[in-house]
């Protein structure tokens, strides 16, 4: 590898920073996928009563959430719909408490494992704002592979069902407009 691409930390294997990456790339485009829907979707005259419920554009847990009951709203009328919609939600924030773990934790210096990712957070105790607990956060290779597959058929997923394709847009806004 190049030396003007970058280094890493020699402690650290370069496929755990590759599948890293990866993971957050996938999930970027799964995020931009529902955040692109909502937008839509927000503008439908069917889904106004729900849509004045939650400011846009809101955090990524909530977006999820928010995707799903649209989701769910606009295709009230297809089962086979709405359990994809439901299971997508349900393994995307599993996902993206991967992402989140892995893009917003602490990298500690002096990594003991070099196969292995180490990676700590701060939790806010709600009970006892003076006072923090430390998370911890672990994955190998296998295992970031793993989430990185998992967040790659997702997106496959979301974009199956997403209204991000322009025949899917006009097939759903001739839908929209009929009722």
């Known amino acids: 590898m190049s ?3 970058g280094r890493i930390p020699a402690e650290i294997q370069p496929e755990l920073v590759w599948l890293v990456g990866a993971i957050i790339t996938w999930w970027a485009r799964v995020e931009g996928l529902m955040v692109s829907d909502l937008r839509w979707l927000r503008s439908l ?3 106004t009563t729900i849509a004045a419920k939650e400011s846009f554009p809101p955090g990524t847990k909530r977006a999820i959430k928010h995707w799903t009951r649209l989701m769910r709203n606009f295709h009230a009328d297809d089962t086979e719909k709405l359990a994809q919609i439901v299971a997508i ?5 599993d996902v993206w408490s991967h992402r989140n773990a892995i893009a917003h934790s602490f990298w ?8 292995e990712i180490q990676l700590q ?3 806010r105790k709600l009970d006892d704002p003076m006072n923090a607990e430390i998370i911890e956060y672990r994955a190998t290779v296998q295992s970031l592979n ?6 790659m058929r997702l997106y496959h997923r979301t974009m199956a069902l ?3 394709s322009s025949m899917k847009m006009n097939q759903n806004h001739a839908k929209a407009q009929k009722g």
Request: without cysteine.
């Open 3 to 5: 030396e003007s691409i």
């Open 45 to 47: 005259d069917v889904n």
């Open 89 to 93: 939600q349900d393994e995307a924030l």
């Open 108 to 115: 500690p210096y002096g990594q003991v494992q070099k196969d």
């Open 121 to 123: 957070s701060i939790k």
């Open 146 to 151: 793993e989430i990185n597959n998992r967040a």
């Open 162 to 164: 997403s209204f991000n």
